[in-house]
């Protein structure tokens, strides 16, 4: 279903303008999209760019990346972006998803906290986020 939705997206070629949102806490994203996109620069963790996503969702937004896409866990990284289409109406789905992702990185944080990684391996997880977001975009814009 949630892939569904982005499918009829990709099929109306939303492309990368500016009812596209990225919400993210990694300067990476921010330096590379902020021209041609709207960014919303989150200066918190991980779990605090998933409740920047979910307000933006009671807004009205609609997911379109998972909040919990790639294989990293949420007590592994520190990085997280996100993209939502802004939208006037609540999406029932993108709002269950990111309830459920919201409670997935809270029990991962609870079980194990992030370490406190050196600036090499953080430089290493801003890339791998960036990489992940830059695949998503490229699906969803061709």
Do not use: C
């Amino acid at each position: 279903m949630f892939f569904q939705n982005i499918y009829e997206l990709l099929i109306g070629g939303i492309g990368l303008d500016k009812s596209i949102r990225i919400i993210t806490n990694n300067s990476l994203v921010k330096d590379k999209y902020e021209k041609d996109s709207n960014i919303e620069l989150v200066d918190g963790k991980y779990i605090d760019v998933l409740k920047s996503a979910r307000n933006m969702v009671h807004k009205g937004a609609k997911l379109i990346t998972h909040p919990l896409m790639g294989s990293i866990k949420p007590n592994e990284t520190p990085y997280r972006s996100i993209v939502v289409l802004e939208g006037t109406s609540l999406d029932i789905e993108s709002l269950a998803i990111i309830e459920s992702s919201i409670a997935t990185a809270e029990k991962f944080q609870i079980d194990n906290k992030v370490p406190l990684w050196n600036e090499n391996i953080l430089e290493d997880f801003r890339f791998v986020d960036l990489k992940l977001l830059e695949s998503a975009l490229d699906s969803i814009t061709k």
